[in-house]
T-cell receptor, first 118, second 112 residues
Framework: GAVVSQHPSRVICKSGTSVKIECRSL??????MFWYRQFPKQSLMLMAT?????????EQGVEKDKFLINHASLTLSTLTVTSAHPEDSSFYIC??????????????FGSGTQLSVL | GIQVEQSPPDLILQEGANSTLRCNFS?????LQWFHQNPWGQLINLFY???GTKQNGRLSATTVATERYSLLYISSSQTTDSGVYFC??????????????FGQGTILTVHP
């Protein structure tokens, strides 16, 4: 079945550095991918929609310059947390929809990336 | 935007017990999904259920769209059922199949 792969699963970095997270669709092409953020014991919040070949669209309140999204191919979207600070520490999850599915049926999530900024 | 409320927030069960999780939403939706997030963070899509009832093994779900709620039933619970259960609906006005609003989740703990 369709799988969305996300790497790395865990990253620890120093404050001020940038971190890149990759999201790949393994057996389908995804023109659109989605990035969510989840704080401990809380729900998932949509951050942005990644569009292949065009700019990402960000949800209200999400800093575009802080969270850079690049969707350079039909199977890869990257989220770069620039100049990371401790408040950026969170669990980041990507998702992608298999276009062969009907509506929301084939929406798959990556396994998430736990970012810890020291 | 649309509001999604789940209850109960926490649920502790003995293995073998049955349970019902509830999801209320504030506006009409054309889709509702139930997810299980395991202790390692992986989200698994359990049901795509905009209306009606579906069953998959020990799990079943019912959505009454006209009354804006959905129920997830877990029968004969097992320790592997532990984790967080989320329901999610499309963002208000969303046309992209993937922009979801999640409820706050129900944390389920099943003891042996």
């Amino acid at each position: 079945g369709a799988v969305v792969s996300q790497h790395p699963s865990r990253v620890i970095c120093k404050s001020g550095t940038s971190v890149k997270i990759e999201c790949r669709s393994l057996d389908f092409q995804a023109t659109t991918m989605f990035w969510y953020r989840q704080f401990p014991k809380q729900s998932l919040m949509l951050m942005a929609t990644s569009n292949e070949g065009s700019k990402a669209t960000y949800e209200q309140g999400v800093e575009k310059d802080k969270f850079l999204i690049n969707h350079a191919s039909l199977t890869l979207s990257t989220l770069t947390v620039t100049s990371a600070h401790p408040e950026d520490s969170s669990f980041y999850i990507c998702s992608a929809r298999d276009p062969r599915g009907r509506g929301f049926e084939k929406l798959f999530f990556g396994s998430g990336t736990q970012l810890s900024v020291l | 935007g649309i509001q999604v409320e789940q209850s109960p927030p926490d649920l502790i069960l003995q293995e073998g017990a049955n349970s019902t999780l509830r999801c209320n939403f504030s506006d009409s939706v054309n889709n509702l999904q139930w997810f299980h997030q395991n202790p390692w963070g992986q989200l698994i899509n359990l049901f795509y259920i905009p209306s009606g009832t579906k069953q998959n093994g020990r799990l079943s779900a019912t959505t009454v769209a006209t009354e804006r709620y959905s129920l997830l039933y877990i029968s004969s619970s097992q320790t592997t059922d532990s984790g967080v259960y989320f329901c999610a609906v499309p963002n208000a006005g969303g046309t992209s199949y993937g922009k979801l609003t999640f409820g706050q989740g129900t944390i389920l703990t099943v003891h042996p």
